[in-house]
T-cell receptor
């Protein structure tokens, strides 16, 4: 298992429920990213961690979205009080270094459907 | 105007032909550029990165970068049906921490 892994792969939530999405980056990768991909669109940046520090959360769409990476490895993206517009694929990516030209490698994604 | 523009396609090419995918971007400060391939229902897969003006070749793939024109392209030689996918152009934003800005992707269809 050398790649980025995410769980669950699929999540169905009722409007108003809270969800938590998990990402396991490639071992040793310093940088971790969350992106949101709507159908027919490219991924959109949500937030960035370098080790345990959240350096950029400018893409989080509202204060219902929260991400953490407490020990600098596994990360969790939490969405509170889900809304229908939150339905999307949530992609996690990791990069070996914190350098700005680092290549990012994506996990399989979590498809979230909010009913 | 979107920050990264791609023709949505579909771009249809016969097997064995050269497929040419284009991308323009608005951030003049960007220095790093990437092409990802995304099969339907799958996640993006990195296929090329390019940082300097000119061409970069890797197997059947050639990435071309012209920073003055803010233009990136991907050529796929000897196209195969297995190349049929959506190709995403990504630009590393100059204004944030390693944030990739993606285009909406170009759908490529290679027919036998």
């Amino acid at each position: 298992g050398a790649g980025v892994s995410q769980s669950p792969r699929y999540k169905v939530a009722k409007r108003g429920q809270d969800v938590a999405l998990r990402c396991d980056p490639i071992s040793g990768h310093v940088s971790l990213f969350w992106y949101q991909q709507a159908l027919g669109q490219g991924p959109e940046f949500l937030t960035y961690f370098q080790n345990e520090a959240q350096l950029d959360k400018s893409g989080l769409p509202s204060d219902r979205f929260f991400a953490e990476r407490p020990e600098g490895s596994v990360s969790t993206l939490k969405i509170q009080r889900t809304q229908q517009e939150d339905s999307a694929v949530y992609l996690c990516a990791s990069s070996l270094s914190g350098r700005a030209d680092g290549e990012q490698f994506f996990g399989p994604g979590t498809r979230l459907t909010v009913l | 105007q979107k920050e990264v523009e791609q023709n949505s396609g579909p771009l249809s090419v016969p097997e064995g032909a050269i497929a040419s995918l284009n991308c323009t971007y608005s951030d003049r400060g960007s220095q790093s550029f990437f092409w990802y391939r995304q099969y339907s229902g799958k996640s993006p897969e990195l296929i090329m990165s390019i940082y300097s003006n000119g061409d970069k070749e890797d197997g059947r793939f050639t990435a071309q970068l012209n920073k003055a024109s803010q233009y990136v392209s991907l050529l796929i030689r000897d196209s195969q049906p297995s190349d049929s996918a959506t190709y995403l152009c990504a630009v590393l934003s100059s204004g944030g921490y390693n944030k990739l800005i993606f285009g909406a992707g170009t759908r490529l269809a290679v027919h036998p």
